[in-house]
């Protein structure tokens, strides 16, 4: 069998694997499946062990590391407790709860990962469902929408965003004053469109109650973790007038919380989801196996990647049918070796936007659909596909629809 067909096997097996994680007779997840892939690449002769580690992108992988030793910093602080504690004097009914939920993931989820957010969210928004006697559901499919949709906004929104930051050459403040829009119309639509599908939640005024379960924080903790966080974010801004890249950015601000907070080093780096690193290394030489032999080429042809209405369109398209078949990270990874030839800023915002709109569809289509579906479960609220689908579905098309037409106007207007 000679290289290209090896490649292309590995490729596809692969992707079925990440695809579907449950297989007969083997033990498989997404994580696995790239692992098997990257060694097999390495194994059957497509690249060498030292082609396979520089196909490895550092500065997305160090980036991702930094800010997850941030973000568990915080989160053992215990940083979303106390925003939901100090905002219960303003979150007095059911429809304020879900405008705070809408907001405080979106926005949260534009500088932190949004996996993240989800992960710390979740078990608040179903204690204080429970504590006011409301039904979860729709306030947590509303966080699986906003932090998806709010994720847009910036380049440490989602890992897909920080693939495209990351190559794309595009500055943070750049990334973020173009796509903000998306986001903050994408929310106020999220808000109108769960008030819709669930009527009955919102016709009569419910109060809410306070817990009685205590918001544990560390206010102490807090005093050094978010100024440190504050000084990360201002300076993704500012950084590239000194030179500084946002990766390296990321990487100092969590040796500074690591040393300056209060919590043991040893439980912030045990946090750190390092099977996602593993995930996105794997991807990394998985891609460039298939792209060193040329199978990409072929493709090349049929995609439209002209700076216009048709590729904008393209791209769109492509996210939302890529999305749903293999998650919006190893889509986005696959398309990167397109966009690379290209030097259209307005293509890679389009990738940017659709890859993470699209990701709302289904529940597969974003690890963040996932984290909060399964996180949801341990604490006895089960979100049947058809309840996230109906919502996620019209909003995702709604919101898809918008930023082609925002982007092309956009394309018009600056680039």
């Known amino acids: 069998m000679n290289t290209e067909i090896t490649a292309l096997v590995i490729f596809i097996i692969s992707y079925i694997g990440i695809i579907f994680t449950r297989l007969p007779w083997v033990n498989i997840d997404r994580p696995s499946a790239a692992f098997f892939g990257a060694v097999s690449m390495i194994l059957f002769g ?27 910093s915080l989160q053992a ?14 979150i007095k009914n059911q429809r304020r709860l879900l405008t705070y939920i809408v907001w405080i993931t979106g926005v949260a989820s534009a500088f932190l990962v949004n996996d993240a957010v989800v992960l710390m969210f979740t078990p608040i928004i179903i204690i204080i469902c429970k504590a006011s006697e409301l039904n979860p559901k729709p306030y947590l499919i509303a966080e699986i929408l906003s932090s998806n949709v709010g994720s847009v906004m910036t380049i440490t929104g989602n890992p897909q965003n920080m693939l495209i930051g990351i190559h794309s050459n595009i500055s943070y403040g750049k990334f973020m004053l173009y796509l903000m829009p998306i986001s903050i119309i994408g929310m106020f639509l999220i808000i109108k469109v769960i008030k819709w599908f669930f009527k009955e939640e919102f016709l009569e005024v419910k109060n809410i109650n306070l817990p009685k ?9 807090l ?11 201002l300076m993704f801004f500012f950084g590239k007038l000194f030179g500084i890249s946002i990766s390296v950015i990321a990487l100092a601000g969590a040796s500074l919380i690591l040393i300056f907070g209060h919590i043991k ?35 090349t042809n049929s995609i439209l990647l002209t700076d216009d209405f048709k590729g904008i369109l393209s791209i769109h398209l492509l996210s939302l049918a890529g999305s749903q078949i293999v998650s919006n990270v190893p889509f986005t990874l696959l398309m990167l070796p397109f966009l690379k030839t290209e030097s259209y800023q307005i293509l890679w915002l389009s990738l940017a936007s659709s890859s993470t709109l699209a990701g709302n569809a289904t529940i ?13 479960r341990k604490y006895g609220v089960r979100i049947k596909f058809r309840d996230f689908f109906k919502p996620a579905l019209i909003l995702t098309i709604i919101t898809l629809i918008f930023s082609v037409l925002y ?8 680039f």
């Open 46 to 72: 497509v690249l060498s062990f030292e082609e396979s580690i520089a196909a490895i992108d550092f500065h997305t992988i160090t980036l991702l590391l930094g800010m997850m030793i941030i973000i568990a």
């Open 77 to 90: 602080d215990g940083l979303f407790y106390y925003l939901t504690e100090k905002s219960f004097k303003i």
């Open 213 to 221: 379960e205590n918001f544990n924080y560390r206010l102490d903790s």
């Open 223 to 233: 005093r050094f973790s978010i100024p440190i966080f504050a000084g990360v974010i």
């Open 265 to 299: 080093p040893r439980r912030i780096i045990d946090k750190v989801d390092w099977i996602l690193i593993l995930f996105f290394a794997s991807l990394f030489i998985v891609v460039k196996g298939i792209e060193k032999t040329g199978w990409l080429n072929y493709l």
């Open 364 to 376: 597969i289509g974003a690890i963040a659909n996932l984290i909060v579906i399964e996180s949801a």
């Open 407 to 414: 982007l092309i106007i956009l394309n018009q207007i600056i």
